[in-house]
């Protein structure tokens, strides 16, 4: 599974986050109040999310994926690596 495939749409979710936000602002009453509460939510959970896989990331340092060429994280080549 590749971390940055992940960690985009986690932060595309974060922008669109942000535009329901600045939407909302234009908006009266319950709709803003709405507005806003959905927006904080879609952001804040994208940003976790991109926290979360940043932690597990660091915590998997040296995994490579099968059939790779080489590993950026240990140098190795695939050759040179178990098998998964």
Same mark, same amino acid.
């Given at each position: +599974? +590749? /971390?940055g495939h992940g960690v985009s $749409? %986690?932060? /595309?979710t974060s922008a669109v986050g942000y535009w329901v936000l600045t939407t909302s602002e234009k908006e009266k009453g319950q709709v803003k109040k709405v507005?806003?509460?959905l927006a904080l939510i879609i952001i %804040? $959970?994208?940003?976790?999310? $991109? *926290? #979360?896989?940043a932690i597990s990331? *660091?915590?998997a340092k040296g995994y490579c994926p099968a059939g790779t +060429?080489? #590993?950026p994280f240990t140098g190795k080549s695939a050759s040179s690596q178990p098998a998964q």
């Open positions: +599974m +590749m /971390i $749409v %986690l932060l /595309i507005g806003r509460l %804040l $959970v994208s940003l976790v999310g $991109v *926290a #979360c896989r990331f *660091a915590r +060429m080489s #590993c």
